[in-house]
Protein backbone atom coordinates (compact mmCIF):
# COMPACT_ATOMS: atom_id res chain seq x y z
CA UNK A 1 0.00 0.00 0.00
CA UNK A 2 1.49 3.52 -1.23
CA UNK A 3 -0.12 5.49 1.44
CA UNK A 4 -1.65 8.69 1.24
CA UNK A 5 0.53 10.57 -2.01
CA UNK A 6 1.05 14.19 -1.84
CA UNK A 7 2.66 16.77 -4.32
CA UNK A 8 5.02 19.04 -4.50
CA UNK A 9 6.78 18.00 -1.17
CA UNK A 10 8.67 22.16 -0.96
CA UNK A 11 7.54 24.65 -2.81
CA UNK A 12 8.28 27.89 -2.72
CA UNK A 13 6.96 30.42 -4.52
CA UNK A 14 6.91 34.68 -4.43
CA UNK A 15 3.69 36.59 -2.71
CA UNK A 16 0.42 37.21 -5.06
CA UNK A 17 1.64 33.80 -7.07
CA UNK A 18 -0.70 31.12 -7.44
CA UNK A 19 0.27 27.92 -5.75
CA UNK A 20 -1.37 24.01 -6.51
CA UNK A 21 -1.37 21.35 -3.67
CA UNK A 22 -1.87 17.74 -5.05
CA UNK A 23 -3.32 14.69 -3.32
CA UNK A 24 -3.76 11.55 -3.97
CA UNK A 25 -5.41 9.41 -1.27
CA UNK A 26 -5.59 5.49 -0.31
CA UNK A 27 -7.12 3.62 -2.98
CA UNK A 28 -10.89 2.35 -1.47
CA UNK A 29 -10.68 5.19 1.19
CA UNK A 30 -13.69 7.47 0.29
CA UNK A 31 -13.21 10.19 3.10
CA UNK A 32 -10.05 12.93 2.15
CA UNK A 33 -9.15 15.60 4.50
CA UNK A 34 -6.98 18.89 4.17
CA UNK A 35 -5.02 20.26 7.42
CA UNK A 36 -2.49 23.15 7.83
CA UNK A 37 0.25 22.92 10.54
CA UNK A 38 2.02 25.95 12.08
CA UNK A 39 3.90 26.31 14.66
CA UNK A 40 1.35 29.01 16.83
CA UNK A 41 -2.14 27.58 15.30
CA UNK A 42 -0.97 23.40 15.23
CA UNK A 43 -2.90 21.01 12.68
CA UNK A 44 -6.16 22.84 11.69
CA UNK A 45 -8.75 21.13 9.32
CA UNK A 46 -9.37 23.12 6.64
CA UNK A 47 -12.23 21.17 4.37
CA UNK A 48 -12.96 17.45 4.34
CA UNK A 49 -14.88 15.64 1.35
CA UNK A 50 -16.77 12.83 1.59
CA UNK A 51 -17.35 10.55 -1.43
CA UNK A 52 -15.73 13.32 -3.41
CA UNK A 53 -18.54 15.82 -1.94
CA UNK A 54 -17.34 18.78 0.22
CA UNK A 55 -18.58 18.52 3.76
CA UNK A 56 -17.14 21.27 5.41
CA UNK A 57 -14.96 23.78 4.63
CA UNK A 58 -15.57 26.35 7.39
CA UNK A 59 -11.99 25.96 8.48
CA UNK A 60 -10.90 27.05 4.72
CA UNK A 61 -9.66 30.74 5.77
CA UNK A 62 -10.35 33.27 3.29
CA UNK A 63 -11.87 32.92 -0.51
CA UNK A 64 -7.79 32.74 -1.80
CA UNK A 65 -7.99 29.19 -1.03
CA UNK A 66 -9.87 26.58 -2.45
CA UNK A 67 -9.91 22.63 -3.10
CA UNK A 68 -11.90 20.44 -5.24
CA UNK A 69 -11.79 16.77 -5.63
CA UNK A 70 -13.11 15.75 -9.27
CA UNK A 71 -12.43 12.10 -8.65
CA UNK A 72 -11.95 9.24 -6.19
CA UNK A 73 -7.72 9.19 -6.31
CA UNK A 74 -7.10 13.03 -6.74
CA UNK A 75 -7.72 16.23 -4.34
CA UNK A 76 -6.49 19.52 -5.19
CA UNK A 77 -5.76 22.35 -3.23
CA UNK A 78 -5.37 26.09 -4.58
CA UNK A 79 -4.38 29.07 -2.89
CA UNK A 80 -4.34 32.40 -4.93
CA UNK A 81 -2.76 34.67 -4.73
CA UNK A 82 -0.70 33.10 -2.09
CA UNK A 83 0.65 35.67 1.03
CA UNK A 84 3.53 35.22 3.52
CA UNK A 85 1.14 34.37 5.85
CA UNK A 86 0.17 31.24 3.87
CA UNK A 87 3.95 29.58 5.04
CA UNK A 88 3.24 26.02 6.72
CA UNK A 89 2.79 22.56 6.49
CA UNK A 90 -0.23 21.24 4.36
CA UNK A 91 -1.38 17.85 5.10
CA UNK A 92 -3.90 15.49 3.19
CA UNK A 93 -5.55 12.39 4.99
CA UNK A 94 -7.61 9.82 4.01
CA UNK A 95 -10.07 7.32 5.90
CA UNK A 96 -12.89 4.81 4.75
CA UNK A 97 -16.42 5.95 6.09
CA UNK A 98 -14.90 9.23 7.18
CA UNK A 99 -14.51 8.03 10.21
CA UNK A 100 -12.03 10.49 11.50
CA UNK A 101 -9.89 7.84 14.50
CA UNK A 102 -8.61 5.66 11.39
CA UNK A 103 -7.36 8.83 9.44
CA UNK A 104 -4.16 8.07 7.43
CA UNK A 105 -1.97 10.82 6.92
CA UNK A 106 0.14 12.21 3.86
CA UNK A 107 3.72 13.39 4.36
CA UNK A 108 2.46 17.03 3.56
CA UNK A 109 3.56 19.91 1.79
CA UNK A 110 5.90 22.48 3.30
CA UNK A 111 4.97 25.59 1.80
CA UNK A 112 7.23 28.55 1.95
CA UNK A 113 5.26 32.01 0.50
CA UNK A 114 8.47 34.92 0.49
CA UNK B 1 -9.11 29.79 24.88
CA UNK B 2 -8.08 27.18 22.40
CA UNK B 3 -10.57 24.00 22.93
CA UNK B 4 -7.57 21.79 23.40
CA UNK B 5 -5.07 22.57 25.22
CA UNK B 6 -1.32 21.07 25.04
CA UNK B 7 1.88 22.06 26.66
CA UNK B 8 4.43 22.44 23.70
CA UNK B 9 7.29 21.38 25.72
CA UNK B 10 10.25 20.67 24.36
CA UNK B 11 10.43 17.42 27.33
CA UNK B 12 13.67 15.52 27.71
CA UNK B 13 13.87 12.71 29.40
CA UNK B 14 16.67 9.78 29.81
CA UNK B 15 15.94 6.46 28.10
CA UNK B 16 14.32 3.84 30.13
CA UNK B 17 11.94 6.46 32.37
CA UNK B 18 8.55 7.12 32.05
CA UNK B 19 7.44 9.70 30.45
CA UNK B 20 3.64 11.32 30.67
CA UNK B 21 2.22 13.48 28.30
CA UNK B 22 -1.09 15.22 29.35
CA UNK B 23 -3.94 17.70 27.47
CA UNK B 24 -6.76 19.35 28.84
CA UNK B 25 -9.99 20.25 27.11
CA UNK B 26 -12.84 22.64 27.55
CA UNK B 27 -15.12 20.84 25.54
CA UNK B 28 -17.38 18.16 27.69
CA UNK B 29 -18.93 16.79 24.48
CA UNK B 30 -15.59 15.01 22.85
CA UNK B 31 -16.22 11.56 22.85
CA UNK B 32 -13.59 10.19 21.13
CA UNK B 33 -9.78 10.82 22.33
CA UNK B 34 -6.67 9.68 20.15
CA UNK B 35 -2.94 10.42 20.42
CA UNK B 36 -0.87 10.99 17.12
CA UNK B 37 2.96 10.37 16.97
CA UNK B 38 4.92 12.62 14.54
CA UNK B 39 8.14 12.38 13.15
CA UNK B 40 10.34 15.16 12.11
CA UNK B 41 9.00 16.03 8.13
CA UNK B 42 6.64 13.49 8.36
CA UNK B 43 2.86 13.20 8.46
CA UNK B 44 1.25 12.44 11.98
CA UNK B 45 0.18 8.71 12.94
CA UNK B 46 -2.33 7.23 14.89
CA UNK B 47 -0.82 5.41 18.24
CA UNK B 48 -3.46 5.05 20.46
CA UNK B 49 -7.37 5.99 20.45
CA UNK B 50 -9.91 5.49 23.65
CA UNK B 51 -13.66 6.22 24.02
CA UNK B 52 -14.87 7.86 27.12
CA UNK B 53 -13.42 7.60 30.45
CA UNK B 54 -11.22 4.91 31.21
CA UNK B 55 -7.47 3.58 30.34
CA UNK B 56 -6.24 1.66 27.26
CA UNK B 57 -2.81 0.05 26.90
CA UNK B 58 -1.03 -1.23 24.07
CA UNK B 59 2.59 -2.56 25.03
CA UNK B 60 4.43 0.12 26.00
CA UNK B 61 1.83 2.60 25.57
CA UNK B 62 -1.15 3.44 27.95
CA UNK B 63 -3.97 6.32 27.19
CA UNK B 64 -5.65 7.95 29.48
CA UNK B 65 -8.87 9.57 29.95
CA UNK B 66 -10.89 11.53 32.70
CA UNK B 67 -13.51 13.47 31.61
CA UNK B 68 -14.76 14.87 34.97
CA UNK B 69 -11.79 16.50 34.68
CA UNK B 70 -11.30 17.07 31.04
CA UNK B 71 -7.90 15.50 31.02
CA UNK B 72 -6.21 12.90 28.98
CA UNK B 73 -3.00 11.68 29.03
CA UNK B 74 -0.76 9.43 27.30
CA UNK B 75 2.51 7.31 29.26
CA UNK B 76 5.36 5.80 27.42
CA UNK B 77 7.16 3.10 29.81
CA UNK B 78 10.50 2.05 29.16
CA UNK B 79 11.29 4.94 26.89
CA UNK B 80 13.55 4.53 23.67
CA UNK B 81 15.32 6.89 21.47
CA UNK B 82 12.89 6.27 18.77
CA UNK B 83 10.59 7.36 20.70
CA UNK B 84 11.65 10.85 20.29
CA UNK B 85 8.75 12.99 18.26
CA UNK B 86 5.84 15.32 18.57
CA UNK B 87 3.41 13.92 20.11
CA UNK B 88 -0.50 15.53 19.27
CA UNK B 89 -3.89 14.77 21.12
CA UNK B 90 -7.01 15.02 19.02
CA UNK B 91 -10.26 14.43 19.93
CA UNK B 92 -13.96 14.81 18.64
CA UNK B 93 -17.64 14.16 19.16
CA UNK B 94 -17.94 10.99 16.75
CA UNK B 95 -17.91 12.52 13.67
CA UNK B 96 -15.10 13.05 11.23
CA UNK B 97 -13.34 16.64 12.70
CA UNK B 98 -11.01 16.32 14.66
CA UNK B 99 -9.75 18.78 17.23
CA UNK B 100 -5.97 18.62 17.40
CA UNK B 101 -3.49 20.21 20.60
CA UNK B 102 -0.67 21.57 19.00
CA UNK B 103 2.01 18.95 20.41
CA UNK B 104 4.20 18.45 22.76
CA UNK B 105 8.21 17.90 21.35
CA UNK B 106 9.69 15.01 23.61
CA UNK B 107 13.29 13.91 23.08
CA UNK B 108 14.53 11.06 25.12
CA UNK B 109 18.49 11.02 25.50
CA UNK B 110 20.01 7.47 25.12
Known amino acids: DAGVIQSPRHEVTEMGQEVTLRCKPI?????LFWYRQTMMRGLELLIY????????DSGMPEDRFSAKMPNASFSTLKIQPSEPRDSAVYFC????????????FGPGTRLLVL | QKEVEQDPGPLSVPEGAIVSLNCTYS??????FMWYRQYSRKGPELLMY????GNKEDGRFTAQVDKSSKYISLFIRDSQPSDSATYLC??????????FGTGTRLTIIP
Open chain 1, 93 to 104: ASSLDGQARTQY
Open chain 1, 27 to 31: SGHNS
Open chain 1, 49 to 56: FNNNVPID
Open chain 2, 27 to 32: NSAFQY
Open chain 2, 50 to 53: TYSS
Open chain 2, 90 to 99: AMNFGNEKLT
